[in-house]
């Protein structure tokens, strides 16, 4: 075969019964959700330690407040993407792999130089939790700006807001 022919067969484009592809859909907020639920339940099936259990919580719930604001982000963008990903892959598969090992061989056995696993997680875990902050607090930047834009044109409108306004006199009897 070719590689044109290839390229043919590829776009669907020749005679063997070659289908397009189509990609799927991206998840959707429930299916984010389901996500963040698994691993949940993957931390309790797993008996894993309060330390790795508080971490996955504050990325799970930085992640659910940051969902409805997803589209202030824009659509397809890397910060979307990236909170996507954390929440259907780049978590469970962080938690699912240390689950796997036997719990007191990753807590005391040195992996990565003098880290285990369990030390080794906790980084990832940081990590993730430290970048579904920024991605949170940029979907949120948006509307904090404009509530600052708001408040400089209501004082240049009508004054310093302290007083009351130049001609209400309000602070004075």
Not at 45 to 63: C, D, K, L, Q
Not at 108 to 116: A, E, F, I, S, Y
């Amino acid at each position: 075969m070719g590689l044109g022919s290839w390229f043919r067969k590829a776009r669907g484009k020749e005679g063997d019964g070659g289908e397009t592809y189509v990609a799927p859909p991206p998840p959707t907020d429930k299916d984010i959700l389901v996500a963040l639920n698994r691993v949940n339940a993957m931390l309790q099936e797993g008996n894993a330690p309060p330390v790795v259990i508080s971490r996955v919580v504050r990325i799970a719930r930085t992640i659910a407040q940051t969902l409805p604001r997803l589209a202030d982000l824009g659509i397809g963008s890397y910060d979307g993407y990236s909170l996507m990903a954390t929440a259907t892959e780049y978590l469970p598969e962080a938690v699912g792999g240390y689950l796997r090992l036997p719990r007191e061989w990753a807590d005391t056995r040195p992996v990565d130089g003098n880290k285990t696993s369990l030390m080794v997680l906790i980084e990832q875990l940081e990590l993730l939790g430290v970048t579904m902050d920024k991605i949170f607090d940029a979907a949120n930047r948006a509307d904090a700006q404009a509530l600052i834009a708001h408040g400089k044109f209501l004082e240049a409108k009508f004054g310093h807001s302290s007083t009351g306004g130049p001609d209400l006199n309000l602070g004075t009897p």
